[in-house]
């Protein structure tokens, strides 16, 4: 490990994906742009009036959490399902990038970040010659929910551990603890799917939400039955997307974030609640921004502790 300065990064070139959206069921396209040093990362819709196009993806414009992570109005300007990109950017150490989409929500892929977490390393980064900036927790913060709970605390570097516990036999109770980098990201998170049971997601649909979902992009649970033929990608994939929505999720804290986040029996709410916790009734004192040289591995030239995303699926945790 070598002790050197990190600079901000963007891509070094534009990238388009194609797919479905999962709720609608219909096309949907998103194109990632590369951005100037601290635009961040910003979604746009190529089909919105021109007064109403830029979303930062920032927990502020966050609007809805039940069934995925929703920035702003769909119905003008807003984009959904941005949850699984937004974790394979700030993973990967994407800091600044346009996200282009020709609708309100986000190709679904295959369920998981592996589609994007290609397509950015295609194209590659580019570093760019400004710092980067990272927002480091001071003091814990915590929310209740009844039984389950999330806290964010102090840490040397970026660290998730979470737990689920369904009353499911298949998955009961997992957890997943490991300090969070774009190689631990790649090899360990990136590929678990989003998930849910057959009768939840007959009743999506009878709503007509998950219009989209299949077998494709998602692990569907009967009873104590995996349906997929192919079965689950780790005996423990439950809890690997759980903590992959999380991560994209904290993503929208803006910056990445030094510091520790546990949850148990988590979800996009709590994970967004956490942030409303830490940036309106917790005071500045439970954090500092913070422009500093991290310690990385030489071998991962875009590397950084990353953060944050979540997942299309009812939030049933």
């Given amino acids: 490990m070598t002790h050197r300065t990190d600079f901000q990064t963007t891509l070094a070139d534009q990238v388009t994906l194609t797919g479905i959206g999962v709720h609608s069921g219909k096309p949907a396209s998103v194109t990632l742009l590369p951005a100037d040093a601290g635009t961040g990362i910003v979604f746009t819709r190529c089909d919105a009036r021109e007064d109403a196009r830029l979303v930062p993806a920032r927990w502020d414009q966050v609007t809805a959490t039940a069934l995925c992570t929703v920035l702003a109005d769909p ?5 959904s399902t941005v949850e699984h990109l937004m974790a394979a950017l700030v993973a990967l150490g994407v800091d600044n990038a346009i996200v282009e989409m020709d609708g309100p929500e ?5 369920g998981s970040s592996a589609p994007f977490v290609a397509a950015i390393d295609q194209v590659g980064l580019k570093r760019l010659d400004r710092g980067r900036r990272y927002l480091r927790i001071k003091k814990p913060v915590r929310i209740d929910v009844g039984s389950a709970w999330c806290e964010l605390l102090p840490y040397d570097g970026t660290r998730f551990e979470v737990t689920i516990e369904f009353e499911s036999a298949l998955i009961g109770r997992q957890t997943f603890a490991r300090d969070l980098t774009p190689d631990v990201f790649r090899k360990e998170l990136a590929r678990a799917r989003t998930f849910g049971q ?17 077998l494709e992009n998602s692990v569907a649970l009967a009873e104590d039955r995996v349906l997929n033929p192919e079965g689950t990608r780790w005996p423990d994939e439950f809890v690997r997307h759980k903590a992959l929505d999380a991560v994209g999720d904290l993503a929208l804290a803006g910056l990445p974030i030094l510091g520790l986040y546990r949850s148990f029996k988590g979800g996009h709410k709590m994970n967004h609640a956490i942030l409303e916790e830490l940036f309106m009734r917790s005071g500045k004192d439970a954090y500092d921004i913070v422009e500093a040289p991290v310690w990385r591995d030489t071998t991962q030239s875009a590397g950084r502790p990353a953060l944050a995303a979540a997942a299309f699926g009812p939030d049933v945790s």
């Fill in 106 to 110: 986000m190709p679904i892929m295959d």
């Fill in 198 to 214: 057959v009768k939840d997601v007959e009743k999506l649909w009878a709503m007509g939400f998950a219009l989209g979902s299949s």
């Fill in 75 to 79: 119905a003008r300007n807003g984009v």
